[in-house]
């Protein structure tokens, strides 16, 4: 399946991706992520520390167009969303904080 995504629907993705690959906390992403493309675009943010992390949503969605496809259509599919929701960093944030607020902390 070929799905394209918005420029701005795929530029708000990855400046919310970045910002969390930042903060180490993509454990959200990797969960609905059945296709380890996570660990591909962090390969690339990780290998090529001559980009400051500002000027990387350009060139991830020029180099890595394939990879975000893919790995938007597994969230899509298996986190059931909306990409026509979700269009600002602001509201995969939202998302996020909610997905994150379903996760039971184990008993102690």
Not at 55 to 60: E, F, G, N, T
Request: net charge negative; charged share 30%; glycine share 0%.
């Amino acid at each position: 399946m070929d799905t394209q995504y918005s420029e701005k629907s795929v530029e708000a993705f990855l400046t919310f991706y970045v910002h969390h690959f930042k903060d180490d906390d993509l454990e959200i992403i990797s969960q609905y992520d059945l296709d380890h493309h996570v660990t591909e675009l962090n390969a690339f943010i990780n290998n090529d520390r001559s980009f400051r992390m500002k000027d990387i949503v350009p060139i991830l969605v020029c180099k890595h167009n394939e990879i975000i496809s893919l790995l938007l259509e597994d969230l899509v599919n298996n986190a059931q969303l909306d990409m026509n929701q979700l269009d600002t960093p602001q509201a995969w944030e939202n998302w996020y904080r909610e997905e994150k607020g379903k996760i039971k902390e184990p008993e102690r």
